[in-house]
């Protein structure tokens, strides 16, 4: 028997998302065109405990300074620009336990509300077929 996978959703999307679909995706959201990752100072102190180092050493290999803002580092490898955690052997995200929010909320972006060919193109756990409740149009503002 098989089990039932379990969506997410969040009110104003018109998608909802399975987590599942992860391990079937070769780490979309984390590679591809050039981005940032935004950190916050708490979120740079949980990254630089679990690889156990000190935060000035931390910042100086993973973090860049865009403006005001902080960002994770990234590489380059041919046209494509994997966030600097991203394991490329396995796929997987090296401080899953230690990500920022940014990567915890995907694919629930502001930029995503409005689901679009690309994103169910990159991510294939998007079910764009979800219909949101009487409720959650109302409070789609
Ligand atoms: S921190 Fe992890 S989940 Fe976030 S973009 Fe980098 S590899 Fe992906």
Redesign the pocket.
């Known amino acids: 028997m098989s089990q039932a996978r379990t969506l997410r959703h969040r009110p104003g999307f018109r998608f909802a998302f399975d987590p599942d679909s992860c391990s079937d995706c070769p780490?979309n959201?984390?590679r591809g065109i050039p981005g940032y990752?935004w950190v916050s100072a708490g979120e740079i102190r949980n990254l630089a405990a679990l690889l156990k180092m000190n935060i000035i050493d931390f910042k100086q290999q993973y973090i860049r300074k865009i403006d005001n803002r902080l960002s994770?580092k990234e590489r380059r490898l041919g046209d494509d620009y994997?966030?600097?955690?991203?394991d490329i052997g396995s796929r997987r995200?090296?401080?899953?336990e230690a990500?920022?929010e940014?990567?915890r909320s995907y694919p629930f972006w502001e930029e995503n509300r409005h689901l679009t060919g690309d994103l169910t193109h990159d991510c294939p756990g998007i079910r764009g077929d979800y219909k949101p409740s009487e409720d959650e149009c109302r409070n789609d503002s």
């Open positions: 780490g959201c984390c990752v994770l994997p966030c600097i955690f991203f995200c090296s401080v899953y990500r920022p940014q990567c």
